[in-house]
């Protein structure tokens, strides 16, 4: 309801008080509220200075600064149980300590009754203390006092060595006492009254560990004995690790029988590489295939992880038994393919019925022993593919005597041998039967393609074969490789390896001139044939035209040719990349081709740097070239290319004849640019006159008038003057802007030349108020007639705005 509308009250309705009356109201309520709150805000901080402690007075006697009371207790940063054991472990080690010092110090001060009372006592007192703290429920106490007791036993039996058994042998006392306090643990643990204590097992377990080994150092210094005992440890961890239920005494177990299986699995290993004989080898064979038989047990720990990698090492012991046994009874270059016989026939583990863990650990085994035998024959494979490189620093100095001559002339021949060769060509032939796999069948038959490749590459060079034989072997792996390619197995590989094949055995050639003419012929076309394949041909008709080039540089070479006349030669290769790119069954391959037509036909121009006739030659030949592509719809644009070489083979040519007439080089292209133009405007009236002709004028006029400035003599003003004066018109009759706007531009700006020497002058011969004076009359004349000269520049720009 609005303000100016009367209110009024009816009997039975509330009254409602006029605004300012109603206002007046709140404001007085409100203030109410802000007095009550003051009130209650005071009382507040007053119940807080209640609630807080009294501050201890400072030495001046007044009361230091008033703390806030903490929230709640401190958290503590350790919990009830953690305290306890730590009370307990530090008491432990205490107690223990106190006994180890009482009995290498204080022991000799006490008879021999004394010393065995005191031993009893505190032995006993020590072991059988845990009896009653187990019955009232002090589990952790009575793990302390139990731990104390075991090591109470050791001091003991140091003790009865320096006392009792004082001439007895270290290693041999130490082997009876560990298994003596091992069998008093393993009897003290099994107490029913103190069956639930954790430490006996762990410390008998870990006293276990040194029987044997103490009693090989004993018997003998032999390092098989020492080996056999680690190993043998290592076995009983195992038994122990597979029988036990207890989780932490299986988890030392296996840390005992992997850490002594480790040690022992090293030395066995150490005494296989190393055994002078078969006896020998035989003896750490055995060593290792015991470790590999308590790895096979160690297979059944729960778990795919660690049966897998147990599997794992388990296949490599059995591996390196069988090769160090063959290996000592064979020559040393046929240790490689030794323990490659041996990865192969583990390999066949995969036909067994084994676990699915085990049987992919042994396969993994199996494809590391053959991994590894490859890769000690990658350094054949790579001498023989990138020693050719080196002749490329001197081509064509005379055949070597053999393949390996060829290949390390500039690369050491490692001393390997050919046997090495036997590790990529077995191993190929595994993955080649693996490849029957339909699942497997991609990876598998590549790397047998990689391998076989590599194989045949550094055949050759193994064998000392004869350097034609080994031209003759390694093109037929090129041809080999394109053949298969040809017929779709594995086309991306066989091609890859046909074209890197084919490098090498390019500088393989270059000894010999013949060897490089036949190779490059064989290459070209070679590689020209499988172009023509669909599949093949954007990979394969750019390198044939790369080894055409090449070609075309050798045959020139060989026939003498100066390296300008060599260059004609070479712009076969972009002639027939033309002709090729303009066959509409060439189109998938046509951008590599061309871009490969235009490299070689920099190519030639940069073999004719040298002479200028001839460089002029080279441009005016490729531009014919680059004309005849322009000829295709497709590829209009390569004609700017072809105008450009034009022009450039022009221009050479001029220089080479020493012409210096600017116009000589600027006609040449104008011309062309002038007809292009009106060819231009006569299918598209619409185009712009500077776009159609303003290039061409501008190639012609511009550095002429740049001439003209220079030019002591007055023909080139004159006809540069005359021309422009003829265009100017040309442009006013047909109403075109470009020859207009050009023409007269070029038109004053050449009258100004002429005129400039008698202006000199004549500044010269005024006086010097002139000039001013000339130029105030001249702004007075403008400013009186600005309107009218405003009018008449827009008039000219209208006229101009309507041409074209």
């Known amino acids: 309801m609005s303000r100016d509308v009367t209110r009024t009250t009816l009997p039975g309705m509330t009254h409602v008080p006029p605004p300012a009356e109603e206002l007046r109201l709140l404001d007085a309520e409100l203030r109410q509220l802000d007095a009550r709150r003051a009130q209650l805000l005071h009382r507040r901080a007053w119940l807080v200075a209640a609630l807080q402690p009294v501050a201890p007075l400072t030495a001046s006697g007044a009361a230091g600064p008033a703390r806030q009371a903490p929230l709640g207790p401190p958290r503590p940063e350790a919990t009830a149980h953690g305290v306890q054991n730590v009370l307990l472990l530090l008491g432990g080690v205490l107690l223990t300590l106190a006994a180890a010092v009482f009995t290498l110090v204080s022991w000799g001060r006490l008879g021999i009754s004394g010393r065995a009372l005191v031993l009893a006592a505190i032995t006993s007192a020590a072991l059988f203390a845990p009896v009653p703290l187990l019955r009232r429920g002090l589990r952790s106490t009575a793990e302390s006092v139990a731990g104390l007791g075991l090591a109470l036993m050791v001091l003991d039996a140091y003790a009865v060595h320096q006392v009792a058994v004082t001439g007895a042998d270290g290693a041999g006392y130490t082997a009876l006492a560990s298994a003596l306090l091992a069998g008093l643990w393993v009897a003290y643990g099994r107490l029913p009254q103190v069956a639930g204590l954790r430490l006996p097992p762990h410390a008998a377990l870990a006293a276990a560990q040194l029987p044997l080994l103490f009693w090989a150092i004993r018997a003998s210094a032999v390092p098989y004995g020492i080996t056999a005992a680690l190993l043998v440890t290592a076995g009983f961890d195992t038994v122990v690790a597979l029988r036990v239920t207890a989780g932490s005494v299986r988890v030392l177990a296996a840390i005992g029988a992997y850490g002594m299986g480790s040690w022992g699995v090293l030395a066995a290993g150490w005494l296989s590489w190393g055994a002078a004989g078969p006896s020998a080898a035989a003896r750490a064979a055995a060593l290792l295939l015991a470790a590999a038989l308590a790895l096979g047990a160690a297979a059944r720990l729960p778990g795919r992880a660690v049966a897998t990698g147990n599997a794992v090492a388990g296949g490599l012991l059995l591996v390196a038994a069988a090769g160090g046994v063959l290996r000592a009874s064979l020559p040393g270059e046929w240790t490689v393919p030794t323990y490659l016989a041996c990865g192969v026939a583990l390999s066949t583990a995969v036909r067994m019925r084994l676990p699915e863990p085990v049987r992919r650990g042994v396969v993994l085994a199996a494809g590391a022993v053959q991994t590894a035998a490859v890769a000690c024959a990658l350094p054949l494979v790579l001498v023989s593919l990138l020693g050719p490189l080196g002749w490329a620093v001197q081509p064509w100095s005379g055949a070597p005597s053999d393949t390996r001559a060829a290949v390390s002339v500039h690369m050491p021949w490692a001393p390997h041998s050919w046997q090495l060769l036997l590790a990529p060509v077995t191993v190929a032939a595994v993955l080649a039967l693996l490849a029957r796999a339909e699942t497997r069948r991609p990876g598998a038959a590549t790397g047998a393609a990689y391998l076989t490749w590599a194989t045949l590459m550094a055949l050759p060079a193994a064998f000392q074969l004869p350097y034609a034989a080994g031209l003759l072997l390694q093109g037929a792996a090129v041809a080999t490789a394109l053949a298969a390619a040809s017929v779709h197995f594995l086309p991306t590989t066989t091609t890859a390896l046909a074209l890197g094949g084919s490098v090498p055995l390019t500088f393989l050639s270059l000894p010999s001139q013949t060897a490089t003419l036949a190779v490059l012929s064989a290459q070209t076309a070679a590689l020209a044939a499988a172009s023509l394949r669909p599949h093949l041909a954007p990979v394969t008709a750019p390198a044939a035209l790369v080894y055409g080039a090449a070609l075309a540089c050798a045959t020139g070479a060989a026939a003498g040719w100066q390296v300008q006349h060599t260059a004609l030669l070479v712009l076969l290769v972009p002639a027939t990349a033309a002709l090729l790119a303009a066959r509409p069954a060439a189109a998938h391959a046509r951008v590599p081709v061309e871009i490969t037509g235009a490299a070689a036909g920099l190519l030639a121009v940069g073999l004719a740097l040298t002479d200028a006739p001839m460089l002029a030659l080279v441009p005016a030949l490729c531009a014919v070239i680059a004309a005849g592509t322009a000829v295709r719809p497709d590829r209009r644009s390569v004609g700017y290319a072809a105008a450009a070489l034009f022009l450039l083979a022009s221009w ?98 050449d009258a100004l030349r002429e005129l400039a020497p008698p202006l000199v002058r004549m500044a010269d011969a005024l006086p010097g108020w002139v000039p001013p004076a000339f130029a105030g009359c001249l702004l007075l004349v403008l400013g009186a007639t600005y309107e009218q000269r405003i009018r008449d520049v827009r008039r000219v720009r209208e006229a101009l705005g309507r041409m074209s």
């Open 652 to 749: 050479v040519r001029l220089a080479a004849w020493d012409v210096g007439v600017v116009e000589a080089y600027t006609l040449p292209a104008t011309v062309p640019a002038l007809c292009v133009g009106a060819w231009r405007r006569h299918r598209d009236p619409e185009a712009s006159s500077w776009t159609a002709y303003g290039p061409g004028l501008a190639a012609t006029l511009l550095p002429s008038l740049a001439a003209a400035w220079n030019d002591a003599h007055w023909t080139r003003p004159l006809l540069l003057g005359a021309a422009a004066l003829l265009l100017t018109l040309l442009g006013a009759r047909h109403r075109l802007r470009a020859p207009l706007v050009l023409g007269g531009s070029v038109l004053v700006l």
